[in-house]
C-alpha cells in the first residue's frame, strides 16, 4: 500500500470521509436521498480492480462484502448495488449503495435520477452514530 496516497479531488469534492479499512478510505457520497458508501483502496494509479495485487484484491473483496453485510444489516434494504465505473473518476474506487423498492429511483440506476441533496449537519451525526460503531466493529475483523 503505497503511503503517499491521495483522494481524487472529486471523490473529495462529493464525499465525506468516515473510517480507514485497512486498504481502503470508507466515503459517504454527500447524497441524504441514499445509504451510498464508497470504498476507495488507498492504492496510487489504479484505476480497475484488476490492477491491484493478488492479495489487495482479496482485501477489497473483504471489505466489500463485509461493508455490504454491514449496511443491509443497519438500513434494512431491499438490495445492495455494488459497482466499480470509473467512467468520470478514474481513480478506483467502489460505490456500495443500500436501495428500497420506495427510493426515488427505483427500479433505475442512481446515477443523474435525481439532482445530490447534501446532508445536514443534523442528518450527517445521525448517520455517523448509526453506523460508526458497527464499521469499527469490522475493523476489529481485520
Known amino acids: 500500500m503505497n503511503t503517499s496516497f491521495t483522494l481524487h479531488h472529486l471523490l473529495q469534492r462529493d464525499c465525506l470521509e468516515l473510517i480507514d479499512f485497512p486498504l481502503s478510505k470508507l466515503l459517504v457520497m454527500n447524497d441524504s436521498q441514499y445509504p451510498w458508501f464508497v470504498l476507495v483502496p488507498k492504492v496510487e494509479n489504479i484505476k480497475d480492480i484488476y490492477q491491484l495485487d493478488w492479495a489487495d484484491q482479496q482485501q477489497l473483496l473483504n471489505e466489500s462484502s463485509l461493508l455490504s453485510e454491514l449496511l443491509m444489516q443497519v438500513f434494512n434494504g431491499d438490495k445492495m448495488n455494488v459497482a466499480a465505473l470509473g467512467n468520470v473518476c478514474p481513480q478506483l474506487h467502489v460505490h456500495h449503495i443500500v436501495r428500497f423498492e420506495e427510493d426515488k429511483a427505483w427500479p433505475k440506476p442512481i446515477w443523474g435520477e435525481h439532482p445530490m ?21 469490522i475493523l476489529a475483523q481485520f
Open 117 to 137: 441533496q447534501a446532508y445536514s449537519e443534523a442528518e450527517l451525526a445521525e448517520l455517523k452514530n448509526k453506523l460508526m460503531p458497527a464499521l469499527e466493529s
